[in-house]
């Protein structure tokens, strides 16, 4: 059994906010925790992650490891006119 006096207090429901609104409730050593990025506005969960190309940092990368198209549409090849 766990000594008495030893363990911090346990908040079942404990509140979480994020910009100044409960986003969720968990349980916590603390009743209310203040965040500033949680699943719900984090990009990567939010599916709006942008990769920012840095000189050309991931085409170069992409092409390293052939994981882009090699093929050419031939509709954007600029074509001559007689």
Not at 16 to 34: A, D, I, Q
Not at 52 to 61: K, M, N, S, Y
Request: proline share 7%.
């Amino acid at each position: 059994m766990a000594k008495p006096d030893i363990h911090p207090k346990w908040y079942p429901d404990a509140k979480v906010y994020c910009n100044g609104e409960v986003v969720m409730t968990v349980g916590s050593t603390k009743p209310e925790l203040h965040v500033d990025v949680w699943s719900g506005n984090h990009p990567f969960y939010t599916g709006t992650q942008k990769i920012i190309d840095t000189e050309g940092r991931v085409e170069r990368f992409l092409r390293k490891y052939g994981m882009t198209d090699s093929r050419v549409d031939q509709t954007d090849a600029p074509t001559e006119k007689k």
